[in-house]
Structures are given as C-alpha cells and as structure tokens.
C-alpha cells in the first residue's frame, strides 16, 4: 500500500472522433488504480507542471516556444500525431512534470510510478509518434542537475525504441540506455542506445523473458546507475494493434518482476513510466497498466 502514483485529470485530452491515440486510457487507468485499493488515495498526487527551465535541460527554446504558441509548423504537428490544442500544451507539461516529481520520490521510497510519461520518441528539437517532450530526460536532467543522482540508467521496455532518449544521451556516459523492442516495428530509422536488443516479430513469453533475463544483468552492471526509469510499455501485448509482439498479461507482469526485482537485487531505486499501449481493445491496455501498478506496489516501501 505503500506505491506513490503520479496522476490527474489533464492527462486526458479531446481529441478528434476516430483519432487513433487510446488518449481515454489515462482516465480510464487512474479511475481503476483508485477504484483497485493498491494505492492509498493518499499516495496519489497531482503533478505540477514541469517548468520552462526543466525542459530546457533537454528541449531547445524554438521547440518548446512552439509548442506553446502552437506555432509549430503543421509538419511538425504532424510528426507528433496529436493536433495542438491549449490542453495538450497542459498535458505534455503536467506529464513530465509527473515523471519528475516520480523520480524525485523514488530516491526515497525505493519504487514510484506516472500514470504517464515514456514519451521516449521526442528529441531536444521535435517530437514525433504521439510524443511532445521527452519527460525521461528531463527528470534525470533535473536529479542530475540537482546533485541528487550522478548517473542513471533508462530502461525502456516499450515494444518501440526509444529513439529520442537515445539520441539525447548519446556520447553522455553519466546515463546507459538500455531498450528491448520490436525490431521490424516503429522507428523505421533506430539511434543506438548503449544497449538495443531487437526482437522478431510474433514473440511469446519464454523467448522475451529469457532474453530479458540474458540482458538485463549486465545492463545495469554496467550502468552502476543511482536511479533506474523503467518504460514499462503494455504494447508488447498479444491483443496491441501496433505491438507486433505476442506477450499474455502474466507474461508483461512477470517482466516487470523481473526488473523490479533485478534493481531492488542491487539497491537501485525505479521510477516507472507506463509509456504506450495500443490495445486493440483499451481495457486490455489499461489492464496492462494496472498490473504494472499492482506488481510495482509490492516494491515500494
Ligand atoms: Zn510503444
């Protein structure tokens, strides 16, 4: 009972009839988390905005002044895949604001989690696949520039790479970027990580969990990270229209064991992000969520 969540309401944004972001299942997963009992209402928070200067640790000025004003141009705006709206402005800014106010917490109590964020396919200067800021970045950013961490490992189990994390720590030997992704899935264009390891399209539990055991070790040896921030995807579930990947719910919970647990092995404390999942039914999205949470609660102290 003892997992702080990050969550709130501007999480959720209209959009138009049809669009193809499950945007509902941030709604949808705070009211579940809430209704479950994992985590007292009380270690559920709302989030501040992230401020100009956060995302100036990682973002350009240009950028960022464009998504304000909404002065992007309409290239721009297509690449993110979400029309600008005040709202979104809101969202993207209360969204990192959770993951930093997560990874903050984390240091303390050992396991924390944003019902958002793992937006990993922003870079400085744009962003794309339904991402605006890179809020990974950020909140290590901001711990690093705070004296609170020195180094940081970023490890991204959503089923696409993480593309713009990638190319914003790259040649930085303070953060290891560690992401396990659909090889033949989006980004069409991959920037090295300091570790990717690509999976075939159709695999199931044992050969994920076997690789992801094979990797994971290793990863964070190398790391020597003061904090992890884990991507906790649910896109690389059987029923995801995009995933490509063929994990059952156990599979995806047992993963996250599989992190928490080799983290909590070595002492290092996790922020979870819950980055994408594309359900072709959202419950089932949601449900993947909410494991997450339930397997994360069962870390933090
Ligand atoms: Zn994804």
Same mark, same amino acid.
């Given at each position: 009972m003892a997992l702080h969540c990050w969550t709130s309401a501007r999480y959720t944004i209209p959009l138009p009839?049809?669009?193809?972001?499950?945007?509902?299942k941030y709604a949808m997963l705070r009211d579940a988390v809430l209704a479950s009992g994992i985590v007292e209402p009380s270690n559920v928070h709302e989030p501040e905005r992230a401020s100009r200067e956060a995302l100036r640790l990682v973002h350009t000025d240009r950028y960022i002044d464009g998504v304000l004003t909404g002065t992007l141009t309409a290239e721009e705006q297509r690449r993110i895949g979400l029309p600008w709206s005040h709202a979104l402005v809101e969202r993207s800014f209360r969204a990192v604001g959770g993951t930093c106010e997560a990874a903050t917490a984390a240091l303390e109590h050992g396991v924390t989690m944003n019902?958002?964020?793992?937006?990993?396919?922003?870079?400085p200067d744009h962003g794309e696949g339904f991402c605006v800021f890179n809020d990974v970045a950020v909140a290590i950013r901001i711990l690093q520039r705070d004296g609170r961490i020195r180094r940081a490992a970023v490890v991204d189990l *959503?089923?696409?790479?993480?593309n713009g994390t990638h190319a914003i720590f790259e040649?930085?030997?303070s953060v290891f970027t560690f992401s396990m992704h659909?090889?033949?899935?989006?980004?069409? %264009?991959k920037v090295a990580g300091c570790l990717d390891v690509e999976l075939a399209d159709g695999t199931g539990d044992d050969v994920y969990l076997a690789t992801l055991a094979g990797a994971l070790p290793g990863a964070l040896s190398a790391a020597e990270p003061d904090l992890v921030i884990y991507?906790?995807?649910? *896109?690389? %579930?059987?029923? *995801?229209?995009?995933?490509r990947l063929c994990l059952t719910f156990d599979g995806l919970a047992r993963r996250d064991a599989m992190v928490l647990d080799a983290c909590r092995e070595v002492g290092i404390p996790v922020a979870i992000t819950i980055a994408g999942g594309y359900g072709r039914n959202i419950s089932d999205s949601v449900a993947a969520h909410l494991n997450t949470v339930r397997v994360a609660a069962a870390f933090a102290r």
């Amino acid at each position: 009972m003892a997992l702080h969540c990050w969550t709130s309401a501007r999480y959720t944004i209209p959009l138009p009839e049809g669009h193809r972001f499950p945007i509902a299942k941030y709604a949808m997963l705070r009211d579940a988390v809430l209704a479950s009992g994992i985590v007292e209402p009380s270690n559920v928070h709302e989030p501040e905005r992230a401020s100009r200067e956060a995302l100036r640790l990682v973002h350009t000025d240009r950028y960022i002044d464009g998504v304000l004003t909404g002065t992007l141009t309409a290239e721009e705006q297509r690449r993110i895949g979400l029309p600008w709206s005040h709202a979104l402005v809101e969202r993207s800014f209360r969204a990192v604001g959770g993951t930093c106010e997560a990874a903050t917490a984390a240091l303390e109590h050992g396991v924390t989690m944003n019902l958002a964020g793992g937006t990993h396919h922003a870079f400085p200067d744009h962003g794309e696949g339904f991402c605006v800021f890179n809020d990974v970045a950020v909140a290590i950013r901001i711990l690093q520039r705070d004296g609170r961490i020195r180094r940081a490992a970023v490890v991204d189990l *959503d089923v696409h790479q993480g593309n713009g994390t990638h190319a914003i720590f790259e040649g930085d030997t303070s953060v290891f970027t560690f992401s396990m992704h659909g090889g033949r899935n989006y980004p069409f %264009h991959k920037v090295a990580g300091c570790l990717d390891v690509e999976l075939a399209d159709g695999t199931g539990d044992d050969v994920y969990l076997a690789t992801l055991a094979g990797a994971l070790p290793g990863a964070l040896s190398a790391a020597e990270p003061d904090l992890v921030i884990y991507l906790a995807g649910s *896109d690389p %579930h059987e029923g *995801d229209r995009l995933g490509r990947l063929c994990l059952t719910f156990d599979g995806l919970a047992r993963r996250d064991a599989m992190v928490l647990d080799a983290c909590r092995e070595v002492g290092i404390p996790v922020a979870i992000t819950i980055a994408g999942g594309y359900g072709r039914n959202i419950s089932d999205s949601v449900a993947a969520h909410l494991n997450t949470v339930r397997v994360a609660a069962a870390f933090a102290r």
